[in-house]
T-cell receptor, first 114, second 117 residues
Framework: DADVTQTPRNRITKTGKRIMLECSQT?????MYWYRQDPGLGLRLIYY???????NKGEISDGYSVSRQAQAKFSLSLESAIPNQTALYFC?????????????FGSGTRLTVV | AQKVTQAQTEISVVEKEDVTLDCVYE???????LFWYKQPPSGELVFLIR??????QNEISGRYSWNFQKSTSSFNFTITASQVVDSAVYFC??????????????FGRGTQLTVWP
């Protein structure tokens, strides 16, 4: 099994629908992140969580919400999907130790809103 | 303002050419980390290198090398004798600060490298 698992891998949904993207990890990391990738814009941070009781907005949180159900699970919700939320979404985790060794990424969820 | 700038949106080379991908970063912190990731057409993000702000030694790994220059806030990536399998989007990223602020990665917009046979 992958260290960071995202489900679903691909999803097509209609405008106005609620959709949840799920992320689970077996790394034992405290910190989890949701990023969105659009062509030519790189990866932009949506939300991040440094522990179960800590949730923070990133650069582009409007239209999204998150839930940290447990240390290992961090879900991203689109309450009412719109076409410009069509993107590739990545979940990532990192350790909270003194040094920073970067992220462990999931494989991504390709979301299309029609 | 962008914390990480990758000015080259797309680069095309022919196999065996050397190619350098530029990355310029901006931070006021003295402790920070720089990264390069590769995203092949399959879409996953592959870690290439991590460098902390106190280590300015250049690094070579096979055909890959990295030039870190604090004086110009640059962390450039060179591929020597490029191959078709190097075709991918490459991202430079920065994490700044220490302690509780450490952990957020700021990504550049990426450089699409295409290597033609």
């Amino acid at each position: 099994d992958a260290d960071v698992t995202q489900t679903p891998r691909n999803r097509i949904t209609k405008t106005g629908k609620r959709i949840m993207l799920e992320c689970s990890q077996t790394k034992g990391h405290d910190r989890m992140y949701w990023y969105r990738q659009d062509p030519g814009l790189g990866l932009r941070l949506i939300y991040y969580s440094f522990d179960v009781k800590d949730i923070n907005k990133g650069e582009i949180s409007d239209g999204y919400s998150v839930s940290r159900q447990a240390q290992a699970k961090f879900s991203l919700s689109l309450e009412s999907a719109i076409p410009n939320q069509t993107a590739l979404y990545f979940c990532a985790t990192s350790d909270s130790g003194g040094a920073f060794y970067g992220y462990t990424f999931g494989s991504g969820t390709r979301l299309t809103v029609v | 303002a962008q914390k990480v700038t990758q000015a080259q949106t797309e680069i095309s080379v022919v196999e065996k050419e050397d190619v350098t991908l530029d990355c310029v970063y901006e931070t006021r912190d003295t402790t920070y980390y720089l990264f390069w990731y590769k995203q092949p057409p399959s879409g996953e993000l592959v870690f290439l290198i991590r460098r902390n702000s106190f280590d300015e030694q250049n690094e070579i790994s096979g055909r890959y090398s990295w030039n870190f220059q604090k004086s110009t806030s640059s962390f450039n990536f060179t591929i020597t004798a490029s191959q078709v399998v190097d075709s991918a989007v490459y991202f430079c990223a920065l994490s700044e600060g220490g302690g509780s602020t450490l952990g957020r990665l700021y990504f550049g917009r990426g450089t699409q490298l295409t290597v033609w046979p």
